[in-house]
């Protein structure tokens, strides 16, 4: 019992358990993706995903939580996102943890910037080598995204 209670005071003391508090900056940047953003250029690998006019992926964003609307194959490894974000960095980071679907608890480290009804999103889909800029050569397992605000 002694022990529990001591080990539980360690806890405590370290601040481990303790939700993370975002920023205002953060707050800030979460309040301004809310609502529907479609998918306007969507390239990986260095190939133009969109060009075909066969797929369409929106975002539906609530909180720092965006659901994937798009085809089945899609929304089979990507159902639900997390997004963490630090507006301090340059280029702006992005980090995006599944929460659902076959790649549930992969985390995904990117880059963002965001221009009113724009938003930009690299990030490395395979790996943890986050982009440094917004580029998608063939070969790099690196996803360039294109995003319109929905009216």
Not at 68 to 88: F, G, M
Not at 104 to 113: F, H, N, R, S
Request: proline content about 3%.
């Amino acid at each position: 019992m002694i022990r529990s209670l001591a080990l539980a005071s360690l806890v405590v003391a370290l601040g481990v358990g303790h939700a993370y508090e975002p920023s205002d900056a953060v707050k800030g940047e979460i309040k301004k993706l809310q609502g529907v953003w479609k998918t306007a250029a969507l390239t990986y690998n260095g190939k133009d995903f969109l060009a075909d006019g066969k797929l369409s992926i929106n975002f539906v964003f609530k909180g720092d939580v965006a659901t994937i609307e798009a085809n089945d194959e899609v929304k089979k490894e990507y159902a639900k996102i997390r997004v963490k974000l630090d507006p301090s960095t340059t280029p702006k980071i992005m980090d995006m943890t599944v929460l659902g679907g076959v790649q549930k608890d992969t985390v995904i480290e990117g880059i963002y910037e965001l221009k009113g009804d724009e938003l930009k999103i690299c990030a490395k889909v395979f790996g943890k080598d986050r982009p440094g800029e917004f580029a998608s050569p063939g070969g790099s397992s690196i996803v360039l995204l294109a995003l319109k605000r929905e009216k």
